[in-house]
């Protein structure tokens, strides 16, 4: 479904953001890139929907080459491709309502200028809402919404776009535990759907509970393929591997 | 071997600390020829220089003010003395403090050679103190003369204070009687003014005299006394006596230190004793002199009319407050297309759009460096005095103002929900529209609030340079001395300035 080749991408200032990676996702998966803060996970992940330019390699979609594809078709391809955000990147001063319409964005035409949506997405809207739990808060602004809420909130909108594969950038980084597996648990539903599900995450116990598979990434390149069974079994060396040299292991019990 | 360790141990020095390459005599000589040469050899750049400058610009500013006080003298010497004597406090106090930082910069200059002793910020709160006696004389700072000069200040102060008094006067109905009275008894004595019933009527016996006049040593001789009667009056109410000259002015007579005034009897009849006058007659006046005495009284009191400074006020506050929102509508409008220009996020694109960054930026700094005030001076002589102008002058600098601030906003904003409503597949115009533009709302509308309450400040004195408004009324009525009628210009300035600073706070924090 999704293949990148080579990709690197080295910013302005000269960092080297991602070195010459290389991975493919299967329809159905739920594949989870773990790793330390800089070591390129958000880059990889901007870059799968060209939020962020490649500098070289290619990002292969259903079999066409999308590095470098013109406005029109890159925005058919975003438009099959949710992403929620750790700091839920909501638009604060528009209600909940409007914040999941935009989920249609790449669906509507000229109507949108004028904030004016079909019933039929404002119905979508409503079953998305209902969904997560908050259609209560539809018209409330977005920011007098508490942090759990306002990433339901992102996911409603993701669903909105019907996504074939969901973009998830440390979703759960700002929530407590049990929100975290409460939105971890909607991917989860999204996946049994049969959405692809990309997902960053920090924590080995979550990943260890959601992962169907694993990319362990560390200064831009990758260092750690594994599969369900083998993140359950990894060792300390490859944990030092992924997370350096000073990393110590904290796990609360395995399984 | 480091000369400047005598006391401490090389290898208590912390890294980076500059070492001293003199020895602390040697610092305090440098010092006592050139102030802070001492800091500098020390390792003190920062320090030592800051010493070097301000002893040369106090110095400087000294000798300049020695100069204009004394420059028809001729030599450093006398020059001095002279400045000296006019201004003691000022020169003398000044020297003192020259002297004691030159003396504490050398006892400085060796403390800086001891990594212990830097620092110390004593000197710099001494030549801070010279700098303060310095602008005390410069700024012509003179408090003997406002205690001496505030009792002539306060009646023109306190009617601008309080000018009411100016704002309405009441219509009033009078009824007069008045007669011919001749000065000085030779030639034909005018006659006896004839009695219509129903009217009122006057008459003084006799109806010639001499006016009051002063004699060499100053001391007043009373004039003739006439004795007037006056009948068909309204009864039981004060009347006045009035005196015109030949030329036709008209004034009322005092005699024992009041205005004179009568009170009518019961019939509307009144009878007094009136002693002529004080009144010069001009050197070149030729043939018999008359003069008039005339009896009036107030019949009714009628309704209030609005005097012309309030009037006009009134009308001058209306025209000043639609200055100001007319300069703050036209800035909003050509300012935000100007404030993409000026946006560094929205601009990084090529380097032609750099170009046109920086360009834009630094016009509007140049615009916004100069005051309104004075961009009302050059509108006037391009489009004449008048409102216009003013509102030409409020106009520029409100776009280049509001440019800026509306700038700031757009390169403040969160990319987060723009990169968000970008991966649903939005096009560019979505994304502004859904993203981009909710961000700025409520940041543009502040400062556009903020500006049209800064505008209306401005639009009220911007008629003081010929701009219109109530600030042209005001410099008009204060140049003619009227200080009520300034006064109530001043008033309504800040009453409406107060309602306006709420309305626009109020109308800030609910929305924003």
Redesign the interface.
């Given at each position: 479904m999704l293949e990148i080749k080579n990709l690197t991408k080295v910013y302005d200032d000269g960092t080297v953001a991602l070195r010459d990676v290389s991975f493919s996702v299967s329809p159905g998966e739920f594949l989870v890139i773990i790793g330390l803060s800089g070591s390129g996970k958000s880059t990889l992940l901007r870059c799968i929907n060209r939020l962020i330019e490649p500098t070289e390699g290619s990002i292969i979609w259903d079999g066409d080459d999308i590095t470098a594809t013109e406005t029109s078709k890159l925005r058919h391809v975003r438009r099959q491709i949710g992403m929620i955000f750790q700091h839920f990147n909501l638009v604060k001063r528009s209600s909940v309502m409007t914040n999941v319409l935009a989920g249609r964005l790449g669906y509507t035409g000229a109507s949108s200028l004028f904030y004016q949506f079909s019933e039929d997405d404002r119905n979508m809207a409503r079953k998305a809402l209902e969904r997560v739990g908050i259609a209560d808060q539809a018209h409330k602004r977005a920011d007098e919404l508490s942090g759990g809420q306002q990433q339901r909130v992102g996911i409603a909108r993701a669903l909105m776009q019907n996504p074939r594969m969901v973009l998830a950038d440390e979703p759960v980084a700002s929530l407590d535990p049990v929100l975290a597996h409460v939105i971890l648990g909607y991917l989860e539903e999204m996946n049994r759907e049969g959405k692809t599900v990309l997902c960053s995450l920090h924590y080995l116990d979550l990943v260890q509970r959601y992962a169907s598979r694993v990319i362990g990434l560390r200064d831009g390149q990758i260092v750690y393929r594994g599969t369900r069974e083998e993140i359950r079994r990894m060792t300390d060396d490859e944990f030092r591997e992924i997370y350096g040299e000073d990393a110590v292991r904290v796990s609360a019990g395995r399984g | 071997m480091n000369l400047s360790n005598t006391m401490g141990s090389p290898k208590g020095r912390k890294a980076g600390e500059k070492t001293s390459r003199i020895p602390a005599p040697a610092a305090r000589c440098a010092s006592f020829f050139l102030p802070g040469l001492g800091q500098i050899l020390a390792g003190q750049l920062k320090r030592g220089v800051l010493l070097l400058g301000a002893m040369a610009s106090i110095l400087t500013i000294l000798f300049w003010r020695v100069h204009l006080l004394a420059h028809r003298e001729v030599g450093a010497a006398a020059k001095y003395i002279k400045a000296l004597g006019r201004r003691p406090l000022f020169v003398g106090l000044l020297s003192l403090f020259t002297v004691v930082i030159w003396v504490w910069n050398i006892h400085d200059a060796g403390n800086q050679t001891k990594p212990s002793r830097r620092g110390g910020a004593g000197i710099f709160i001494c030549i801070l103190v010279a700098f303060f006696i310095l602008g005390w004389q410069i700024s012509q700072i003179d408090l003997y003369k406002m205690v001496t000069e505030l009792p002539d200040a306060i009646p023109p102060l306190s009617k601008v204070l309080w000018p009411w008094k100016a704002a309405v006067t009441r219509e009033v109905e009078e009824i007069s009687a008045g007669l011919n009275i001749l000065i000085g008894c030779e030639g034909e004595v005018p006659p006896i003014p004839e009695e219509v019933p129903g009217k009122p009527y006057l008459n003084a016996e006799p109806r010639c005299g001499e006016l009051s006049r002063l004699d060499e040593n100053n001391k007043v001789i009373r004039g003739s006394v006439l004795h007037l009667t006056g009948r068909g009056f309204v009864p039981n109410t004060e009347a006045q006596i009035w005196w015109a000259d030949p030329l036709g002015n008209k004034f009322r007579p005092r005699q024992a230190g009041e205005y004179v005034t009568v009170m009518t009897g019961p019939d509307g009849a009144f009878t007094f004793d009136l002693i002529m006058p004080y009144r010069l007659i001009p050197p070149t006046a030729k043939g018999p002199q008359i003069h008039k005495v005339e009896a009036r009284q107030v019949t009714a009191l009628g309704n209030l009319i609005i005097n012309d400074p309030l009037k006009l006020t009134l009308e001058r506050m209306a025209e000043t407050i639609f200055m100001g929102m007319m300069a703050t509508l036209f800035g909003i409008i050509f300012a935000i297309p100007i404030s993409f220009l000026a946006s560094r996020n929205l601009m990084s694109g090529s380097l032609a759009t750099m170009a046109l960054y920086y360009i834009t930026r630094t016009i509007l700094n140049i615009i916004r460096a100069i005051e309104p005030l004075i961009w009302a001076l050059i509108a006037v002589v391009w489009v004449g005095l008048g409102p216009f102008a003013g509102i030409i002058a409020l106009t520029v600098h409100s776009i280049a103002a509001l440019g800026k601030l509306y700038s700031e906003a757009i390169e403040n904003i969160?990319q987060?929900?723009i990169?968000?409503?970008?991966?649903?597949?939005?096009?560019?115009?979505?994304t502004i529209?859904?993203?981009v533009v909710?961000?700025m709302?409520?940041p543009f509308v502040s400062f556009s609030i903020y500006r049209w309450d800064i505008n209306v400040r401005m639009s009220t004195i911007i008629g003081l340079v010929g701009g219109g408004g109530i600030g042209f009324l005001l410099v008009q009525y204060i140049r003619l001395l009227d200080y009520r009628a300034a006064g109530i210009a001043v008033w309504f300035i800040a009453i409406t300035v107060a309602i306006l600073d709420y309305a626009s706070a109020e109308i800030r924090r609910r929305f924003v």
């Open positions: - | 969160d987060g929900p990169e968000a409503i970008q991966a649903t597949g939005a096009t560019r115009l979505q529209l859904y993203a909710p961000q709302i409520p």
